[in-house]
């Protein structure tokens, strides 16, 4: 069935650095949603992507979803030590299910 | 709103033991979902529910998995007998109207099965 693909597993990058976070689909998705999981902690709805080519933005988070609607991407500009966490794409699968990619767990060095 | 609340936080058990996990949902949200997360598999769907319906079981691993939905703010995760590979961060979720609605997602319930 579908499945929705999330690279990288995980980055490590300095304080003040860039992170971007791919997620990637063989089939049209119908829209997309971001989450975040602190560690120890539970995932929180980030946002929601529907329209082809859509940029939204939260801060220094940005988040594209591709012209196919098949890729989305997740990116946080000049990272700090609270973006640290799992960051997952979830999409609708085929019979109504909302599944989620592996997720990108970022760590960030002070 | 107090958010998705699920009990117990954790859980210790030993081999063979019935384990119940509870969960209430955020009042006037029409689906339920069950998560099973884990380093190997991540978040797993296991079974939601639409107004106290269960729609969809396909995720559960076996029949020592069973969830229930008596009425619209309470569901249980059952599993009996429990197995060391059961040992997971257990999550319920729950929506508005449909499908693509936002998840708003319990705690969890660290579960331990030794």
């Known amino acids: 069935g579908q499945q929705v693909m999330q690279i990288p597993q995980y980055q490590h990058v300095q304080e003040g650095e860039d992170f971007t976070t791919y997620c990637n689909s063989s089939?049209?998705?119908?829209?997309i949603q971001w989450y975040k999981q602190r560690p120890g902690g539970h995932p929180v709805f980030l946002i929601q992507?529907?329209?082809?080519?859509e940029v939204k933005k939260q801060k220094r988070l940005t988040f594209q979803f591709g012209e196919a609607k098949k890729n989305s991407s997740l990116h946080i500009t000049a990272t700090q030590t609270t973006d640290v966490g799992t960051y997952f794409c979830a999409a609708i699968q085929g019979a109504q299910k909302l599944v989620f990619g592996q997720g990108t767990r970022l760590t960030i060095n002070p | 709103d107090a958010g998705v609340i699920q009990s117990p936080r954790h859980e210790v058990t030993e081999m063979g033991q019935e384990v119940t996990l509870r969960c209430k949902p955020i009042s006037g949200h029409d689906y339920l979902f069950w998560y099973r997360q884990t380093m190997m598999r991540g978040l797993e769907l296991l079974i939601y529910f639409n107004n106290n319906v269960p729609i969809d079981d396909s995720g559960m691993p076996e029949d020592r998995f069973s969830a229930k939905m008596p009425n619209a703010s309470f569901s249980t995760l059952k599993i009996q007998p429990s197995e060391p590979r059961d040992s997971a961060v257990y999550f319920c979720?729950?929506?508005?109207?449909?499908?693509?609605?936002?998840?708003?997602f319990g705690s969890g319930t660290q579960l331990s099965v030794l």
């Open positions: 992507l529907v329209k082809s080519g």
């Open positions: 089939t049209t998705l119908s829209n």
């Open positions: 979720a729950s929506s508005w109207y449909s499908m693509g609605e936002k998840l708003f």
